[in-house]
């Protein structure tokens, strides 16, 4: 008992250590966004030439926080760096404190779930907000360059059209095409503007759009059929991944119900007769052949949704 206080204590200190530590960094955050908006202003030259020298490549913590804030921008989730460690460092205290004091498992056990099981769950959650927000804009998309290749028609510059498709669209391709749209007004290049929309999603659709745009405008091409004919494109692919998403339906339910089928079979014994199956988590080699079980489950499901999904 005396050690599982102890460790409790040292994991509190930890975590108010952590706190404090995101308390400096947010302050850090904030700076760096004031000497940002210092160095739009022309008459603080030099407190832009300071911020320049600087402004340098940093490793270590600084480099997490900014591939955490990388990250965050590919999503649509209203949450920034700062608080998204504080809620992952709650949940660790949290975890820690119910496996401990509740569940009465070791503490050297319990701190690695305690570590692992918020991180992981925080890193799947990005993960899946990434690729909604993706498949959304996605979606989305075709239309939008309708709009704006009938701003071009009309005879509107590029910043204009992307007004245009501002002021017509919603979700996330008015919020991307938004941030284009200011940034070119405040004097960022057209090649950098879409460069920028590529790094936050970076799809074969975006990545065709940024380069034929770009071209298009320095070669002075034919803008306007360029973007039909690239809606049109996408269109197509959308209802060829439809297509495979049905063709391959089978395969998917095939795998939710073996995958479910275990577990279903697990619970009803459970229920009719829970002494049947207590030597699989109370003895040390049901405990071993229990984590094989889960394992090769685990696995069937990946190799089974890997073949059952069609990169189109």
Known sequence: MTLTLALFAALSAVFIGLVLALLVLADRQRRR?????????????????ATKRK???TYGQAGIIRF??????????????VELLVQVSLGILALYSILVLLAGMTPLLAIAL????????????????????RAAFTEQLPEALDVFARGLRAGRPISDSLGIVVDTSKGPVQREFSRCRDEMCMGTTLPDTLAGLEARIPTAEISFFSVATSLQAE??????????????QLRERRKLRKKARALSSEARASAAILAALPFAVGLSVAFLNGAYLAPLYTDPRGQIMSGIAVSSIALGMFMMTRMGKLDV
């Not at 908006?37 to 030439?49: G, I, Q, S, T």
């Not at 070669?219 to 049109?232: F, Q, R, S, V």
Request: hydrophobic letters at 50%; aromatic letters at 2%; charged letters at 20%.
């Open 68 to 81: 955490i804030e990388r990250q965050l921008v590919q999503t649509n989730l209203r949450v920034n760096v």
């Open 55 to 57: 402004a340098r490549p």
């Open 219 to 232: 070669t002075g091409g034919n803008l306007i059929e360029t973007m039909e004919a690239l809606a049109n």
């Open 33 to 49: 966004h004031v000497a940002r908006l210092m160095r739009l202003r022309p008459d603080k030259p030099e407190a832009a030439v």
């Open 114 to 133: 305690a570590v692992i099981v918020p991180l992981g769950a925080a890193a799947l959650f990005i993960r899946v907000a990434k690729t909604r927000y």
